[in-house]
């Protein structure tokens, strides 16, 4: 299945004065150049301007604290002290005049200068790569997000299938915990494409909503098992109900996960839910008895074969694995590798 969802349009539809160095830069330095005055113009009391007081490390951590919405977890994601990226933050304050987030006690919230520079942090950042890329002769990577969950196991088929068909198309692939995080990154150009789990005939029937305009291709089915303790008192029944399941905990991962919604579609609100923060915990609580767990066969194939957990005749539908991109990239060459290497590997032509 293809697909593209944008708001306000029907399913399918995809929508698609000069620097005086001019005549000596690269054209990603002429772009990045411009950008610069582009930029002062929009914040007319930075001290300075890009080329004097604004740095492109700075605008980097911008975006990941607008991504992640706190210090915390940005510092995280760049693998940088929370104190550096608080410094990154106020340096880039001080070279605009203006605040580009406002401090709450849930977080980091964009001011509408930070909005003004939401847009132009991610042109300046592409422009920069771009730049380097020409000035080195090299190639741009495919960027390439995917759930951890899924990064290890799905993530190697889709590279293999592209190096196979075209050996020069280089792909970066970026794990990430949040599906919201991989689909804003896919929307903003951060990321060429992701892989997600979804199920329907829309994008988000799985009970998230889109962010813009994404299309998107089924790669594969992602079978889903409910799990239990291998004595648990359900292991041999041939059929189990809803009915069979009403005392018992279901493991849960972090809010709007793909399992949790998924669980949410065929068990309701009728389980008490246990928290147990990601798949392999999940996996090791509901080994040890602590509870029920609908999980991905792939995650729990092992415990199966070993007689660790047992699998519980409940029926599940299964999630697929879905690949997201701007439909506004179909016409790049190394983007159609990318969905070409999926439809071969689904079976599609």
């Given at each position: 299945m293809v697909g593209a969802v944008a708001a306000g349009r029907p399913r399918g539809s995809v929508r698609g004065g000069a620097s005086v160095m001019s005549g000596t830069l690269p054209a990603g330095l002429r772009g990045l150049h411009r950008?610069?005055?582009?930029?002062?113009?929009?914040?007319?009391?930075?001290?300075?301007?890009?080329?004097r007081g604004m740095e492109l490390r700075q605008l980097r951590t911008f975006e990941a604290v607008v991504r992640h919405r706190t210090v915390t977890e940005a510092a995280a994601v760049l693998d940088l002290a929370p104190s550096t990226v608080s410094?990154?933050?106020?340096?880039?304050?001080?070279?605009?005049?203006?605040?580009?987030?406002?401090?709450?006690a849930r977080g980091m919230r964009v001011t509408p200068a930070g909005e003004v520079l939401r847009g132009w942090a991610r042109r300046l950042l592409e422009q920069?790569?771009?730049?380097?890329?020409?000035?080195?002769?090299?190639?741009?990577?495919?960027?390439?997000?995917?759930l951890e969950t899924i990064a290890a196991s799905h993530a190697p088929g889709v590279l293999s299938r592209?190096?196979?068909?075209?050996?020069?198309?280089?792909?970066?692939?970026?794990p990430s915990r949040s599906r919201d995080a991989l689909m804003e990154d896919v929307a903003a150009g951060v990321?060429?494409?992701a892989l997600v789990l979804d199920t329907g005939e829309e994008l988000g029937d799985l009970g998230f909503?889109?962010?813009?305009?994404?299309?998107?291709?089924?790669?594969?089915?992602?079978?889903?098992?409910?799990?239990?303790?291998?004595?648990?008192?359900?292991?041999d029944a041939d059929e189990v109900t809803l009915e069979d399941l009403r005392d018992e905990r279901l493991l849960t991962n972090v809010p709007n996960c793909s399992f949790l919604l998924a669980a949410d579609r065929v068990l309701g609100g009728a389980l008490r839910r246990v928290r147990a923060e990601g798949v392999p915990v999940m996996r090791a609580w509901a080994e040890q008895g602590l509870g029920i767990a609908l999980l991905p066969e792939f995650a729990v194939a092992q415990s199966l074969q070993a007689g660790t957990l047992t699998r519980l005749a409940f029926p599940?539908?299964?999630?697929?694995?879905?690949?997201?991109?701007?439909?506004?990239?179909?016409?790049?060459a190394d983007v159609r590798e990318l969905l070409y290497a999926v439809a071969a590997g689904s079976g599609r032509r």
């Open positions: 950008g610069s005055r582009m930029l002062r113009s929009e914040f007319p009391n930075a001290r300075g301007g890009l080329g410094e990154h933050i106020r340096a880039l304050e001080r070279s605009l005049g203006v605040p580009v987030f406002e401090r709450t920069a790569d771009q730049a380097r890329r020409e000035v080195a002769g090299a190639g741009r990577a495919l960027r390439l997000g995917a592209i190096a196979a068909r075209d050996p020069r198309v280089a792909v970066e692939v970026r990321l060429d494409a909503a889109p962010l813009s305009a994404l299309a998107f291709a089924d790669v594969e089915p992602m079978p889903l098992v409910l799990v239990a303790a291998a004595d648990h008192p359900l292991r599940v539908p299964p999630l697929q694995l879905r690949l997201i991109w701007g439909a506004d990239q179909e016409t790049r």
